[in-house]
């Protein structure tokens, strides 16, 4: 699993072997937006979640812009 996709939003998968889960982020958007997980199914139900709170996030506060 190279990438992960919902909503045509793309995400990035990595692992850290310190912490023992995965990690990423949502790609392309101009927003700071993360995700983790123990394993690849958490990784992308997180990713999901994520995907979906940015999208409340930004049809409630369409004046915000990312720095």
């Given at each position: 699993?190279?990438?992960?996709?919902?909503?045509?939003?793309i995400?990035?998968?990595?692992y850290?072997?310190?912490?023992?889960?995965?990690?990423?982020?949502?790609?392309?958007?101009?927003?700071?937006?993360?995700?983790?997980?123990?394993?690849?199914?958490?990784?992308?139900?997180?990713?999901?979640n994520?995907?979906?709170?940015y999208?409340?996030?930004r049809?409630?506060?369409?004046?915000?812009?990312?720095?």
């Amino acid at each position: 699993m190279k990438e992960l996709k919902y909503k045509n939003y793309i995400g990035t998968v990595n692992y850290s072997k310190e912490d023992a889960c995965y990690f990423g982020i949502i790609k392309k958007i101009k927003d700071s937006v993360s995700y983790e997980g123990y394993t690849k199914e958490e990784l992308e139900k997180d990713f999901q979640n994520a995907v979906e709170d940015y999208i409340a996030f930004r049809k409630e506060h369409p004046e915000k812009v990312a720095l």
